[in-house]
């Protein structure tokens, strides 16, 4: 149980396009989703917390308009990069919680590279 | 904003070692978390601890949640190849509602044959 996927698992994209990232609890129903961001040989950054059915919280520094989060059902939530440039490269990972409990499982991740 | 300290950074040891790494705040959380992460994959949640002095084993793993509330600490028993990657300790501070996760900088666990 408790699993996440997320699609696609890895994107090349050139700068200055949009890249949709998709975030699925594939048996259970999620209360709250994340979206995180890991650079090469760093920890995970912690980017955005969303929420079914209502706008998504953003970490100090991170831009909404950037990076647009929609949580449309409670297994599903999309994570938007605009106008990509190479900066924007990066291991995206979605998490998503169990109601009652406040332990995260976390999506095999999405590799994007902007060229 | 909250940090974690963990350490070691990096561990280099003999199949069969025991192995010990921690986590250390300067606030206080109220769950602490234990994930593994292979490369180019997302983390697996290895321990969910959620009351201060909770001591919770997994396997070959044991995990314990400081009664300050501070610090917890992972320890591996008898290491073997698979448990190579990097372990990264998370805390968590929901008041009523899930939050995100802060996340200490990784243990590299590297396991010579």
């Known amino acids: 149980g408790a699993v996440v996927s997320q699609h696609p698992s890895w994107v090349i994209c050139k700068s200055g396009t949009s890249v949709k990232i998709e975030c699925r609890s594939l048996d259970f129903q999620a209360t709250t989703m994340f979206w995180y961001r890991q650079f090469p040989k760093q920890s995970l950054m912690l980017m955005a917390t969303s929420n079914e059915g209502s706008k998504a919280t953003y970490e100090q520094g991170v831009e909404k308009d950037k990076f647009l989060i929609n949580h449309a059902s409670l297994t599903l939530s999309t994570l938007t990069v605009t106008s990509a440039h190479p900066e924007d490269s990066s291991f995206y990972i979605c998490?998503?919680?169990?109601?009652?409990?406040?332990?995260?499982?976390f999506g095999p991740g999405t590799r994007l590279t902007v060229t | 904003g909250q940090q974690l300290n963990q350490s070691p950074q990096s561990m280099f040891i003999q199949e069969g070692e025991d192995v010990s790494m921690n986590c250390t705040s300067s606030s206080i959380f109220n769950t602490w978390l234990w994930y593994k992460q292979d490369p180019g994959e997302g983390p697996v949640l290895l321990i969910a601890l959620y009351k201060a002095g909770e001591l919770t084993s997994n396997g070959r793993l044991t995990a314990q949640f400081g009664i300050t509330r501070k610090d917890s600490f992972l320890n591996i028993s008898a290491s073997i190849p698979s448990d190579v990657g990097i372990y990264f300790c998370a805390g968590e501070n929901s008041g009523g509602g899930a939050d995100g996760l802060t996340f200490g900088k990784g243990t590299h666990l590297i396991i010579q044959p």
């Open positions: 998490s998503a919680s169990l109601r009652e409990r406040y332990e995260q499982y």
